[in-house]
């Protein structure tokens, strides 16, 4: 269908109270077998599918708005709009609804749109209620007149009927003249009045009556009735603002009617909305919500008005980057632009796409190379807003722009570092473009919205070159105020900056890998900043030992060797000795950095910690940290001897740790007196070495013996009797190979028990473990 009379586009309104847009398409009013009624259809250009197939019914409140709008409810909560290219085919399309409800076309709505209880749907029944009569336009009626409009906002019905009836006798325009009246006789209680008056006229939400009075002939009158409020001792100046103070300049001549037209409407319309009418919190909700969606429009109007003007649009692309533009110029042109991206945000994701497009290939990113350094503070600002809309919305087409700019454009001329120039050199005293430009970088930097599917490289490409080209010009300040150890500058602008720096570096410690470490690694990053923990400001000295923390978080050992190897610990010992126990936020701050340390049992720090510092903390009884971090440093100490010990004595120390054990039980008889008598021997040479043949087993003999008969009395307890299998000094584990070994002698027998240790039950419940190395040894088994 080409018919452009039946083109339209498919809004829906979402739970933001926001328009979504559905598609762009041909509407047709059809009779639909399935539905069992006429429906609208509505199917798309692009591809003929079918967006919209809604059965008019017939009680359904349809509601015409605009001329070439028509608005409806699907069901409970789901609102539908159809903006219309044309008027004639938004007339068809109502006629059609009209038609199947059996109402006449000349209505701009329907039906009654909110429920009511039965006692009002009683008393306010359908048409055939007579319409309500307006007193007659007159001074001394105008009390009544208010007190009618207050009285009809109750019921739905009786505020569709006042409407009608406001909309029929042209009543807006013959109460404007009363306004004039009662201003040429200063007649305060009338304006007072009108005043009660507009503003009801406001809440009857009729897009019919708006249009009336927004028109160029009108709107300043309602404006100067809603001056009057009877709550203010004086009258409000709104029409003085809008006239003489709000002074509407064209950077480029348009010669568009129509859409200068919109532009003086849509910026009076909103300041009405924004500051004439009392704060929105003394409503109800959505009492003004076609007020609201008479703004959205006609935004949306007015940018798909400009984006169909090329001309327009090259010429002040043009003269924006010209460098023969004046400064006052060029601050029209970028403000201009700025107000245009600002409607923009109303657009649906699809025509946002290509409103940005529309911009990026018109040169907006060369364009703001040269606003964002310019000396005109408001051209600066105004520039700074417009890259955070490009940003926020696409990072990537950022990102793209940069990357091509890499082989061709001076270092200091790409785009990445002009942003990161001007936040630097901010002039603002409380720094508000650099938080924002820090705010856009985060964004470009943030591997998360690096979208892959999009460009697999990006984000190797990107933070390649971020790292390689800008990231120098970034921590310039940083290196520049802390080359002699000390804090070079103290004032309020430079510490601010170099908060917003250490920011955006944990940041990047959070989110990228390998290139922060060499970045910090070679420019000695965290000794830098951690000077700036002398800093005055408690603010920075906070912000370096955040910075500090984010390293630590990531328990890389990489991170951790460093600050061992530069002692990086000394500033925040340092600082946490000077504060004294003060209880404030450094305090807590230092506290729990070593509380992480000790839960984490970040062994390679906690041992430099208390080694280096220990004495330092030896007085803290406050918190528990510092006993704790000493108590788990020294648990590790216990636990490095032990395993030093073991590897020295080696084999025997294995053998003599790893027996079987069983639970706890009453030692036998001769069990007891075997451990009683007297050794003349410690455990040291209780573990033999090697040969068995050196053992001095002549003094033993009759402890051996005792051993003897314990096992004698097992074995027959237990079965037949077994052969003991010796343990040879050479063998570690207990699976002989080759043949039946022959039987021991009592020498041998002597010595393998002793080497197997000096009790020994058959079939233990389980393997005792060695507590340094974590492994099992089994003792040789009896076969």
């Excluded at 503003?199 to 404006?223: G, H, Q, S, W, Y």
């Excluded at 409503?283 to 940018?303: G, H, Q, R």
């Excluded at 942003?419 to 005293?429: A, L, N, T």
């Amino acid at each position: 269908m080409t018919d452009t009379r039946r083109r339209v586009k498919l809004y829906a309104l979402n739970a933001d109270r926001q328009w979504d847009d559905r598609g762009t398409g041909h509407v047709s009013s059809t009779y639909v077998d399935r539905l069992k009624g006429i429906s609208l259809l509505v199917r798309a250009e692009s591809d003929g599918s079918l967006l919209l197939e809604s059965k008019i019914q017939p009680d359904t409140a349809y509601q015409k708005q605009q001329d070439t709008l028509i608005v409806w409810s699907e069901g409970d909560n789901f609102d539908l709009a159809l903006s219309f290219q044309e008027k004639a085919g938004c007339d068809e399309i109502w006629e059609k609804i009209c038609q199947v409800q059996g109402k006449d076309p000349s209505v701009e709505i329907t039906q009654d749109i909110v429920e009511e209880s039965e006692d009002e749907r009683f008393d306010d029944m359908s048409d055939s209620a007579p319409p309500i009569e307006l007193p007659s336009c007159e001074l001394s009626r105008l009390e009544d007149i208010s007190e009618l409009f207050s009285n009809c906002l109750s019921s739905p019905m009786r505020k569709e009927k006042l409407a009608v009836a406001i909309e029929s006798e042209n009543y807006i325009r013959k109460l404007l003249n009363l306004f004039h009246m009662c201003e040429d006789l200063e007649n305060t209680e009338g304006l007072h009045h009108l005043y009660d008056i507009f503003k009801n006229i406001f809440l009857l939400n009729k897009n019919a009556l708006f249009e009336v009075m927004f028109a160029d002939d009108t709107i300043f009158d309602v404006v100067g009735c809603l001056e009057y409020d009877p709550s203010s001792p004086t009258p409000k100046r709104h029409r003085e603002y809008l006239k003489q103070h709000a002074k509407f300049k064209e950077a480029i001549p348009i010669k568009n009617p129509e859409l200068l037209s919109k532009i003086h409407q849509t910026f009076r319309v909103q300041y009405i909305q924004d500051v004439v009418l009392p704060t929105p919190s003394v409503f109800e909700d959505n009492m003004l919500s076609t007020l609201s969606s008479f703004i959205f429009f006609n935004k949306v109007e007015i940018v798909s008005l400009v984006q169909e003007d090329e001309k327009f649009l090259t010429e002040l692309f043009s003269m924006l980057s010209s460098v023969n533009t004046s400064d006052v110029k060029r601050r029209d042109l970028v403000m201009f632009l700025k107000e245009f991206c600002n409607y923009s945000q109303n657009l649906q994701p699809q025509a946002k796409e290509t409103f940005y497009k529309t911009l990026t290939n018109l040169g907006i990113l060369q364009a703001l190379e040269i606003t964002l350094a310019a000396e005109d503070q408001k051209t600066k600002t105004a520039s700074v807003d417009i890259l955070t809309y490009i940003v926020e919305y696409s990072p990537s087409v950022v990102r793209e722009y940069t990357l091509q700019q890499a082989n061709n454009t001076d270092e200091d001329q790409i785009l990445l570092n002009v942003i990161i120039e001007q936040m630097i050199c901010d002039s603002d005293p409380e720094l508000g473009g650099a938080v924002q430009l820090m705010g856009v970088l985060r964004i470009l930097l943030d591997p998360e919205n690096m979208l892959s599917s999009v460009n697999k490289s990006e984000k190797t490409d990107f933070l390649n070159f971020f790292y390689k080209h800008s990231v120098h010009i970034l921590i310039a300040p940083l290196l520049e105020n802390t080359i002699h150890g000390e804090p070079q500058k103290e004032d309020y602008p430079t510490v601010q900056l170099l908060g917003l720096i250490i920011e955006l570096l944990s940041f990047c410690v959070e989110h990228h890998t390998y290139h922060i470490k060499n970045c910090i690694l070679n420019k000695d990053l965290l000794r830098r900043i951690l000077i700036l923990m002398k800093s005055t400001h408690k603010f920075l000295v906070l912000c370096a030992l955040r910075f500090m923390r984010k390293l630590i978080a990531l328990k890389d050992e990489f991170y951790n060797r460093y600050i061992i190897k530069g002692n990086l610990f000394a500033p925040v010992v340092d600082a946490f000795v000077k504060n004294n126990g003060r209880y404030n936020l450094l305090d807590s701050a230092i506290i729990e950095m070593f509380e992480f340390i000790k839960l984490e049992d970040i062994k390679t720090l906690c041992s430099h910690v208390i080694e280096n510092y220990g004495k330092s903390f030896d007085d803290i009884c406050y918190v528990q940290t510092f006993k704790a971090l000493k108590q788990r440093y020294d648990q590790h100490q216990d636990k490095l001897k032990d395993r030093d010990r073991n590897t020295l004595d080696s084999v025997p120390s294995i053998l003599r740790n790893s027996r079987y054990r069983r639970d706890q039980r009453q030692m036998d008889e001769e069990e007891e007196m075997w451990f009683n008598e007297d050794d003349d021997f410690d455990d040291n040479e209780a573990v033999v070495p090697a040969a068995t043949t050196d053992i001095p087993t002549k003094k033993f003999d009759p402890d051996l013996d005792s051993i003897g008969k314990i096992m004698d009395k097992k074995v027959e307890a237990n079965g037949p009797k077994m052969n003991i299998t010796p343990v040879k000094t050479s063998m570690l584990n207990n699976n002989a190979s080759g043949g039946q070994p022959p039987s021991p002698t009592p020498a041998e027998f002597r010595s393998a028990l002793f080497k197997r240790g000096l009790v020994d039950y058959e079939g233990g419940d389980s393997d005792e473990e060695d507590e340094e190395s974590g492994e099992v040894n089994k003792r040789p088994r009896i076969s």
